[in-house]
């Protein structure tokens, strides 16, 4: 599947039309309601629970080291959940397969270095800069021909850098935390080594419920009060322009939405057999990141962590429902923000970091085959040292830097694979 696709790619960028359109017949609510099953349900909750729980993580850890304000940072979280919970729905629906939209994680970290110097003013205008370019780019139809041309196994092999640390965090939680690691380790060995049993009660479900019981039982549930109320108020946040802040933000925040996070989204979707409309992608990224910038939100993605576990399981034609799941709950989550960071910060880091972690497995694993199992073994390998080196010159992440070290040491020493890439499948 992942060579087809690869050899493939040049003759559908070159017929297919520069705006994607979606499939027809849309479906109807009937049509939602029966391929919505167990499996894709689980994989749609806990799309939305791994998206809440570390990633939003680093955005109260960038916002209350930039002196951000509880209601800044509600805001905020708000914007990245609602807004792109909407779009993921939408997006989902629209083209029958998982589009999971969030917000960059590695945009979030740059915007983090920046706080300290400019005001938060500042960093907004530089956001709704960020969206003209992305939006601009899309609106160009650019982004697909320079995806294409990505080799698919030195992709994967950054992807597989970026996973290997919730893998890692797996490995960790068991010696540091054993008392909620093992039993949720436990519960989902067992479930997915007994088919049955695994039919009725999703390995990543029952880790979840085991975990949750194990939490509670050893009385590491412990929530504080915040300060906020349990209902989201958007505080709108008049952009102010800045040269500063557009120079230093706005190029890092453009490349991890383009190559980096939108990268790592289309590899994942195109790895688990899906056809990711990428122009229609960047333009919606470049809109709704327009929309969230005004509540203080970073720049709107197609992420590639929780689009792997959206598509971990189940049958392909009926992925797209674990997509609408997961936005649905984005929006409520969104709209129940700092009730929601309230109850996040009660439990245990290893709860988050063990979930996280047996969700990714399967994901992991297929990017590592993908990335050395064929063509640019190298290129591959190097791009994944640097994005495990986590190296960021120029304040752009070490994700961005291993595919241009990796697609530059395979132009220099795997030319005989570029060759292979570009010749017809069955040629």
């Not at 960028?13 to 520069?18: G, K, L």
């Amino acid at each position: 599947m992942t060579t087809t696709a690869t050899e493939g790619r040049h003759e559908d960028v070159a017929s297919a039309p520069r705006f994607e359109r979606p499939l027809r017949p849309l479906p109807g609510l009937r049509r939602v309601a029966r391929d919505a099953n167990g499996t894709t349900i689980t994989n749609g909750v806990i799309g939305l629970v791994f998206s809440a729980t570390g990633p939003i993580a680093v955005i109260l850890t960038v916002g209350v080291q930039g002196g951000l304000s509880a209601e800044q940072l509600a805001s905020w979280i708000f914007g990245v959940f609602f807004l792109n919970g909407l779009l993921t729905v939408l997006a989902s629906w629209l083209y029958r397969q998982p589009l999971a939209f969030f917000w960059t994680i590695p945009g979030t970290v740059v915007v983090g270095g920046s706080l300290d110097h400019l005001a938060w003013a500042e960093v907004v205008g530089a956001f709704v800069v960020t969206a003209a370019l992305v939006l601009a780019i899309g609106l160009t139809g650019w982004v697909r021909p320079v995806m294409a041309a990505l080799p698919m196994p030195i992709v994967m092999a950054m992807v597989a850098a970026v996973f290997l640390r919730f893998g890692l965090d797996l490995i960790t939680s068991l010696g540091v935390d054993p008392a909620v690691a093992v039993p949720m380790v436990a519960a989902f060995l067992l479930s997915s080594s007994l088919p049955a049993l695994g039919r009725r009660i999703p390995p990543i479900l029952g880790a979840l419920v085991v975990g949750a019981v194990a939490v509670a039982v050893a009385g590491r549930f412990t929530p504080v009060d915040s300060g906020t109320g349990w209902f989201a108020q958007p505080v709108f946040q008049l952009p102010v322009w800045s040269w500063q802040a557009v120079v230093e933000l706005v190029v890092p925040l453009a490349v991890t939405v383009l190559v980096v996070q939108n990268g790592q989204g289309v590899a994942v979707l195109r790895q688990a057999g899906h056809t990711p409309p990428i122009n229609i992608a960047t333009v919606w990224c470049g809109l709704t990141s327009a929309v969230a910038a005004l509540v203080g939100a970073v720049s709107t993605c197609l992420t590639g962590p929780t689009n792997a576990l959206l598509t971990a399981s189940g049958e392909r034609r009926s992925q797209y429902t674990a997509g609408i799941v997961c936005g649905l709950l984005a929006m409520m989550t969104g709209l129940l923000a700092p009730a929601f960071v309230r109850l996040l910060l009660a439990t245990p880091e290893s709860f988050v970091a063990v979930l996280g972690g047996l969700a990714m497995l399967r994901a992991l694993q297929s990017a590592f085959v993908t990335a050395f199992r064929t063509h640019f073994t190298l290129g591959a390998l190097v791009a994944f040292l640097v994005t495990v080196s986590d190296v960021t010159p120029l304040n752009i992440s070490a994700a961005f830097w291993g595919l241009v070290a990796g697609v530059a040491v395979s132009a220099l020493l795997e030319r005989g694979d570029f060759a292979e890439a570009r010749r017809p499948a069955g040629a």
